[in-house]
């Protein structure tokens, strides 16, 4: 049954809980995003020796086929090209979620299951790239629907659904590849991106406009000309909510900034350089899958108990020293950074997730969940164009990681900054 909550401008707002069908379509619309988007990072070691040239010796490109640097370069112009799904996200806020998630889903995943056709390693990067955009705006309004359909004791709950099933997604990519073995390429396990693009004319059907939107459309100002007061421009945020937009993008960008190399490079360094063998980085995605089910329960009812900001701030410190934790050099120390990572990425989420919905009003908050994106993919290109740069240049995983990792953990004490919104309606967060 759904709940209501008093709207002081009409009848009470429609909300529902966190497993409402709309909030589980959401969510299955987040796990075909993750599969594409993490499938990049899964598959990069086969990808670089079929399209690279291993050897014998003991530098980096001979033991992965393609160099660190190479390999930074191509993932960073893949996140890189997500900074397009700015305006697809502002443009929920006039079309509607439900247009726009349905669109860029049916366009992401078929430009992402047509990478499996590449004959080269830049024509791959090239359509990921091409995909990217629509697979990010996806996964933004995703959670834009989780807080905008759900009361404040159901938001956190909602939001961490959709992470969880984001990183479902991700984690299939591992899973299967690590299950089929050689039998099944970098090609097939792209070609499985077909699936959920058949099965979303039947995922459409589930999904519906939050009431949240369709009154703050209503109340909003029409565009009235060239010079006309309610004239809207995709990106922009008003006066009022930009500096704490700033502290967010800044925080956003810390954040991705380490969460790029200890996830994206993870699985290449572990089977070309420590030699693991695919069975065994399957295994750690299955122990990620059951650690990050954990982080996200516990980062929730942190956000609800503690705080968003307290649990955000103490979760960018732990990712930053797992991070360095992963590249020490040792099989133990790559598996246990990276399943920390992992946790503490988990429960990060549904903190910041909390956030960026509760402090901005409706009829922009597919906007500033753009730019929260924006601010992801900028800085996860960054650190990995760093990280690649330095561990080639330095010769050393570990120094690279020290070098990455440490700034992250410095700027966290910023979340303190941020209103503290636990236990508020999005109506008393941030009034329209």
């Known amino acids: 049954m759904p709940a209501s909550q008093p709207n002081v401008q009409g009848p009470p707002t429609r909300l529902y809980g966190w497993r409402h069908p709309a909030i589980l379509t959401a969510a299955g619309l987040a796990v075909a995003a993750g599969f594409a988007q993490f499938g ?5 070691a086969d990808v670089a020796k079929a399209f690279g040239q291993p050897g014998t010796g003991s530098s980096v490109t001979a033991q992965v086929g ?3 640097t190479t390999l930074g ?17 502002g443009l929920a806020d006039r079309l509607g979620r439900r247009r726009v998630l349905l669109g860029c889903s049916a366009l992401g995943l078929a430009i992402a299951a047509s990478a499996g056709f590449s004959p080269g ?21 995703t959670g834009v629907i989780a807080a905008e359909e759900t009361s404040t004791s159901d938001r956190a709950k909602a939001i961490a659904l959709v992470a969880a099933a984001y990183g479902t997604g991700a984690g299939l990519t591992a899973i299967i590849r690590g299950i089929a073995g050689d039998a099944l390429s970098f090609r097939g396990l792209f070609a499985l991106l077909l699936i959920p693009l058949v099965a979303l004319p039947l995922l459409g059907r589930r999904l519906e406009e939050p009431e949240r939107f369709e009154r703050a459309r209503a109340g909003s100002p029409q565009p009235t000309g060239a010079a006309g007061q309610g004239r809207r421009v995709l990106g922009r945020v008003p006066a009022a909510f930009r500096d704490r937009l700033t502290l967010l993008f ?31 980085t ?5 122990a990620a899958g059951v650690l990050g089910l954990g982080g996200l329960l516990a980062g929730r009812w942190a956000s609800d108990h503690l705080g968003r900001r307290r649990t955000a701030s103490t979760t960018q410190v732990v990712v930053a020293l797992a991070g360095m934790l992963t590249y020490s050099g040792s099989v133990a120390g790559a598996v246990a950074g990276y399943l920390t990572s992992v946790t503490a990425m988990s429960a990060f989420a549904p903190a910041v997730g909390a956030l960026g919905a509760e402090l901005f009003p409706t009829r922009i908050r597919g906007t500033v969940a753009g730019w929260l994106s924006v601010a992801g993919v900028l800085g996860a290109v960054t650190g990995l164009v760093s990280f ?17 990792a440490t700034p992250v953990a410095l700027v966290a004490p910023l979340f303190t900054r941020l209103p503290e919104t636990r236990g508020l309606e999005l109506e008393e967060s941030a009034p329209e």
């Open 40 to 44: 990049v990072t899964t598959t990069l």
């Open 66 to 68: 393609l160099s660190f």
């Open 73 to 89: 370069l191509g993932l960073g112009i893949i996140r890189l090209a997500a900074v397009g799904s700015l305006p697809l996200s």
């Open 121 to 141: 390693y830049w024509w791959f990067v090239a359509l990921f790239a091409a995909s990217r955009p629509m697979l990010t705006a996806t996964n933004a309004i």
């Open 250 to 280: 800044v925080l956003a960008f810390a954040f991705a900034f380490i969460q790029g190399p200890a996830t994206s490079l993870l699985f290449v360094y572990s089977e070309s350089v420590l030699d693991l063998p695919r069975s065994a």
């Open 282 to 286: 399957a295994l750690m995605v299955v």
């Open 388 to 404: 690649g740069l330095l561990a080639d240049g330095l010769q050393s995983f570990s120094a690279a990681a020290i070098l990455v």
